[in-house]
């Protein structure tokens, strides 16, 4: 059996019932219970929290990655700007600078690969350290592909745990920061449906270097130089 939006739906009532009823039990009936009762419902209102989360991933995994657009040239640059605009409270919150060189156009479909940058910049917001976040996004042209670098000085991630961070529901910090970990598994998904492939570069304490490629196909001239998210032209 195949799952499908209406097998998530069937999930997420029975999810937010558990939640909300441990909640009622928890008011209701506060006086009568006493102090190991009162943990354990505080585990069950934890789970189901949690299990909250993971369904919220696991639509917004199904709403991104099920949702094609034909695929056309794009210029980087506006991809950028685009994904920019989508997190700008976060990055007005964290005081992120965001600088970029000359980006290429890039045939792929724009709001897919729009997604990329945005889900990329937010990841280096999320995992940044105590100076505000500093993310520059370069490009590579290759022998047979483009190669795409985000770059921060954020708390880093150790090399052993590169590959399991593109894991759906693989979190690495557990609950020290919020999500559910589809981001990067979302990333995955586009960046290979394109053609290309995503790896990071890291050491703890030391910044991460996301890098992603693009086939040639399609690629085309150069733009100038622009920081900051300033709108492109």
């Not at 995994?61 to 409270?89: N, T």
């Not at 991460?208 to 920081?227: I, K, V």
Request: glycine residues 10%; contains cysteine.
């Amino acid at each position: 059996m195949r799952f499908n939006s209406d097998s998530l739906h069937d999930l997420v009532g029975p999810v937010n019932q558990i939640g909300a009823m441990a909640d009622l039990i928890l008011k209701r009936y506060s006086g009568q219970l006493d102090d190991d009762a009162k943990t354990l419902l505080g585990f069950v209102q934890g789970s189901a929290n949690r299990l909250q989360n993971l369904v919220a991933g696991l639509k917004t995994y199904m709403r991104v990655a099920g949702s094609l657009s034909p695929r056309r040239l794009c210029d980087a640059h506006a991809l950028l700007a685009g994904a920019m605009a989508s997190i700008q409270p976060q990055m007005e919150q964290s005081g992120a600078i965001v600088t970029h060189d000359p980006l290429p156009e890039v045939y792929c479909d724009p709001n897919q690969i729009g997604f990329v940058f945005a889900s990329l910049l937010e990841n280096s917001i999320k995992f940044r350290g105590d100076p505000p976040p500093e993310i520059h996004v370069s490009a590579a042209a290759e022998e047979s592909a483009c190669t795409f670098s985000v770059r921060d000085n954020g708390i880093g991630i150790d090399p052993r745990h590169g590959e399991r961070i593109f894991g759906l529901f693989k979190r690495i910090h557990n609950d020290a920061q919020p999500g559910a970990g589809v981001g990067l598994a979302i990333t995955r998904h586009i960046v290979e449906r394109h053609g290309g492939r995503i790896w990071v570069d890291s050491q703890p304490a030391c910044g991460a270097t996301f890098r992603f490629t693009l086939p040639h196909d399609g690629l085309r001239s150069w733009g100038t130089t622009h920081e900051n998210g300033a709108l492109l032209s």
